[in-house]
C-alpha cells in the first residue's frame, strides 16, 4: 500500500481553491449595508407600514377574557365571566400562548393585565384579536387551521 504524502504547495492549492470569491463576499457585505441602512431609515423616520391588507367590515365579534397556564390548560370567558370554554393541559396551549402574549404587552405598554379583548371576523375571512387597552389587532392567519377554529367557534 502506498503512502500519499501531500506537499505543502498542494495544500496552498486546495485552501486557494476553497475560499470565497472577492467579489461575491464584497457583493454580499454591499447588499446587507443597503438592506440596514433602509430598516435603519424607516425606522427612524417612523414610516407607515405597507403590503398590510386593507381592514374589511367586521362581519362578527365577541368579547372575551383569556386566561392560560404554562401547562397548556386555558379558559375562555364570556363578557359576563361565565365560561364558554375550557381546555385540560395539553389541549389549549394556543389559547394560554396568545393569552401570555397579550399579558406580556399590556405589562410592556404600562397597562393593567387582565380585560377583555375582541375576538373579530372580518370580512374576507379574517381573523383577528383585538387589545383595546393597547390599542393592538393581530391577525391570527398564520398560526394553522386547527388553532384559528378554536377562536373561530367562538363566533358562531
Partial sequence: ????????????TVKRDERIPTALLR?????LALILSLVAYARLTDRPLEAQPPDGAITAERLVHLQGTVAGAARILGEDGAPII????????????????????????GV???GLVHIRLREGGR??????????????????RDNIAKFEALLQ
Fill in 112 to 114: 393593567v393585565p387582565g
Fill in 1 to 12: 500500500m502506498e503512502a500519499h504524502v501531500l506537499s505543502e504547495t498542494t495544500l496552498m
Fill in 127 to 144: 381573523l383577528s384579536i383585538f387589545d383595546p387597552s393597547i390599542d393592538r389587532e393581530s391577525e391570527l392567519e398564520a398560526f394553522g
Fill in 86 to 109: 375550557e381546555y385540560a393541559p395539553g389541549e389549549g396551549g394556543f389559547v394560554s400562548t396568545i393569552d401570555r402574549v397579550i399579558r406580556r404587552e399590556r405589562l410592556r405598554n
Fill in 27 to 31: 457583493g454580499v457585505l454591499v447588499l
